[in-house]
């Protein structure tokens, strides 16, 4: 690929050598980039002179683990690609709303998440200063005909559940389509982000999806590691990937219990309820927080265990894991559960392709991408673990994928944790260089996290643009509920548990 | 079947000893902080500079203070300090009624007290049964998974007669979490609206109290305070996010289950600094 500059996960380019591409030759350029099975990892804005704004695309080449840079400058307008690549309609929906340029032709053009614009331009979207309440003003598609109706569920949710709205066209109890409108959890992360690094930073991080602090917080410290060239120590190195390990244990093993619940199979549900709490402790057995806060610095860790330490929670989470693979094993073995997951909430292999979905939704749907495999960054690089996917698509694969991933993870963070190497745990990140561009990517729980920072002449952040996997997967939630029956959106949801306030930023 | 009830059997009792027993944490738990201003090298100003959300004030001054409501317990203070001046104990014990009591103040050492109960009239319509509505108004799923946990076989609120129910209609409270979003207010006000009074408002977590890691965001409130005209948060916890028997233990403070409001650590079994 001639017109992309090569990088990898964790590695900084200085942001001159980015590819300046006239507009026509850019979109050919990511056209290809796509059409010969590259994804965009991400696709961002920043303030450029004149009122324009300069773009830059990240195309991840999983097979050689090389990422390829692009940028352009665009004005008030650019000709939509998502219509040829669906994989792009958040993308360019973000763009329209953070930099108020139009993407002509797009299928979907609607707010994004009700995000003010970085830069003062005329609201992509035309709202004026009064800002709408949402989702009152929002465009739902909507069907009509004899006895279509509609179902409109949130922002505040049945349970203890972060905001959002559903907006169901329905046939009797079938649903012909699901509108997912978000943005009630936007707390301007990524803004807060620029200027920094700063104290504040690495919480902000930790918080974009609170159930993800691990992984979020490492894409963050690795950003700036890889803008300041500095690498975590291999101590460190291990205990960050134990905690993101136990982060996805903890969630999955949640999820589990969730997805039975929603089932009303109550043994499982009852059972991982305590042992998702076995995850989350040992996380606080290191540092103190049960989500893992305060453990990373930008440069390594800030707790450590001695050997015995390090034994006993091995030897602890090795009984925990005997009892959730009874609990697992009760579900998946149940003729009722196996009646309601089976086949529920299809999203097939083309689809997940199309839409670009990550993490353990797309593996669930057959397509086999993993940060860890594709992208590896700390342990991953020296220390393997297999990708689990499944073919069918449905509640059920994506239930089983979750099960082979904290078979997986559980054996990785013994072993790990039984064989620490002995080094400092951190290296002091000296102040950033100046107009540098790093790409830092993650395999969170519910798939890709990508943080891409960017330094000003002075070496502070000049942006921060933040992708969690939620970003692609909401849109393959609406798609799973499509012919399915409305009450069996909460078990769908629950399968994808997809993050909102990730989403949001 | 039987498989399913042996499993069962072999899960024995979840259910953790506290309020009756003692409340277990990891050695490494931080709770509240202990401050001693005597320690602080001259114009020292470190734990200040490093702290995420400007939560310390005062620093080498007797009123030294440390907003437990501005505090996310990433312990950088007690890293960059010098002297070791301030300590987090492992002391669950951090909710209040009043914003202003949160803070911990090097002068007040131990004549402050923890939450207190609510008066009588409304201890005997919540004393025994608390159904409360829940709003996440820009929580990261930190607090809400934490308040989910509360009600999980291991904390089991509904021990005490305190749920969690889908509909503000059969709410006597609304439990807050997050900033408090812009894009947020509207739906949080219209759900305090269809909450039936007399009702309370608690604030679960530093987003909702006072901003959090987004104290400042110009599309947020800064938290709970002044979000719904006219009313006052009954009750405010602290965290980032609270432990869930931090967020048992106020909400029973506040129903008058759980009996005396002595900070002193002395013969409460919690293990200090």
């Known amino acids: 690929m001639a017109d992309l500059l090569d990088t990898w996960n964790g590695e900084a380019v200085a942001a001159r050598d980015v590819p300046l591409l006239p507009l026509g030759r850019f979109q050919d350029a990511l056209c290809a980039a796509l059409g010969a099975g590259g994804r965009v990892s991400a696709l961002f804005g920043r303030p450029h002179q004149d009122n324009r704004v300069l773009v830059t695309a990240v195309v991840a080449e999983d097979r050689e683990s090389r990422l390829g840079l692009l940028s352009t400058v665009v004005g008030a307008r650019w000709p939509s690609l998502s219509a040829e690549f669906p994989a792009l309609q958040a993308f360019e929906r973000e763009l329209a709303e953070q930099f108020g340029v139009i993407p002509d032709g797009h299928p979907w053009l609607k707010p994004l998440r009700f995000e003010h614009a970085h830069v003062p331009v005329r609201d992509a979207f035309g709202r004026g200063t009064s800002w709408p309440e949402i989702p009152g003003d929002y465009p739902f598609f909507r069907v009509e005909g004899e006895e279509i109706h509609e179902v409109a569920v949130g922002p505040v949710h049945a349970g203890i559940i972060e905001p959002g709205h559903f907006r169901f066209q329905c046939h009797g109890e079938q649903v012909l389509h699901l509108e997912v409108a978000l943005g009630y959890q936007h707390r301007g992360a990524e803004q807060l982000l620029e200027g920094g690094p700063s104290p504040r930073g690495l919480r902000v991080a930790e918080t974009i999806a609170g159930d993800t602090s691990i992984g979020h917080g490492l894409a963050y410290c690795r950003a700036l590691e890889a803008l300041a060239g500095v690498e975590a120590p291999p101590r460190a190195s291990f205990l960050r990937g134990v905690a993101l390990e136990l982060e996805r244990l903890a969630n999955h093993v949640g999820d589990l219990g969730a997805m039975a619940g929603d089932v009303g199979f109550q043994p499982t549900a009852a059972a991982c309820g305590a042992l998702r709490a076995e995850y989350l402790n040992a996380t606080a057995e290191i540092c103190g927080n049960r989500f893992g806060r305060a453990l990373l610095t930008p440069g390594g860790v800030r707790f450590d265990l001695s050997a015995d330490e390090a034994g006993r929670l091995a030897d602890k989470l090795g009984t925990a894991f005997e009892r959730v693979r009874e609990a697992a094993q009760l579900f998946f073995r149940s003729p009722s559960t196996r009646n309601r997951t089976d086949g529920t909430g299809v999203v097939s292999r083309e689809l997940a392709l199309q839409l670009g979905l990550v993490g353990l939704a797309a593996r669930a749907s057959g397509l086999s991408r993993d940060v860890r495999r594709d992208h590896p960054f700390g342990l991953f690089r020296f220390s393997h673990l297999p990708v689990a996917t499944a073919e069918t698509g449905d509640v059920f694969a994506r239930a089983w994928v979750r099960w082979l991933e904290i078979e997986r993870s559980a054996a990785f963070v013994a072993d790990h944790l039984r064989t620490l190497p002995e080094s400092p745990l951190r290296a002091r990140l000296p102040s950033l260089p100046p107009d540098r561009l790093a790409v830092s990517m993650v395999e969170g729980w519910r798939g890709e996290i990508v943080h891409v920072a960017v330094t000003d002449g002075d070496g502070r952040l000049a942006r921060h643009k933040v992708k969690d996997p939620s970003f692609h997967n909401w849109m393959g939630l609406a798609q799973a509920l499509r012919g399915e029956q409305v009450s069996d959106f909460p078990l769908c949801n629950k399968s994808f548990n997809l993050s909102y306030a990730g989403h949001d930023l | ?273």
Request: aromatic content about 4%; glycine content about 12%; overall charge neutral.
């Open chain 2, 1 to 273: 079947m039987i498989e399913i009830l042996k499993a069962r059997l072999r899960l024995g009792k979840q259910t953790v000893a506290y309020p009756e027993g003692p409340a277990r944490f990891p050695e490494r738990f931080r709770g509240r902080p202990v401050l001693d201003p005597a320690r602080c090298p001259p114009e020292c100003a470190a734990c200040l500079e490093s702290c995420p959300t400007g939560a310390i004030a005062d620093a080498g001054r007797p009123a030294m203070s440390l907003d437990l409501g501005r505090c996310l317990f990433c312990a950088e203070c007690v890293e960059a300090c010098p002297t070791g001046a301030l300590e987090f104990t492992r002391d669950y014990r951090l909710a209040m009624r009043t914003r202003e009591e949160l803070a911990v103040r090097a002068d007040r050492g131990d004549e402050a007290k923890l939450a207190r109960a609510l008066d009588e009239r409304m201890r005997s319509l919540f004393g025994r049964s608390l159904r409360l509505r829940q709003v996440s108004a820009g929580g990261c799923n930190g607090c809400e998974a934490e308040l989910n946990a509360t009600g999980n076989i291991q904390f089991d609120l509904s021990r005490f007669g305190v749920q969690f129910v889908a509909s503000p209609r059969h709410a006597d409270g609304v439990v807050v979490t997050g900033p408090v979003t812009e894009n947020m207010i509207g739906a949080l006000r219209r759900t305090w609206e269809a909450t039936p009074a007399p009702r309370l408002l608690i604030a679960v977590g530093s987003c909702a109290i006072a901003g959090g890691p987004f104290a400042g965001s110009p599309v947020a409130n800064d938290g709970l305070a002044g979000a719904i005209p006219g009313v006052e948060v009954d009750l405010w916890i602290p965290g980032c996010p609270p432990h869930p028997i931090t967020i048992a233990d106020g909400l029973l403070r506040l129903l008058g289950r759980v009996a005396g409001d002595e900070l002193r650590l002395a013969g409460t079994g919690i293990v200090g600094a």
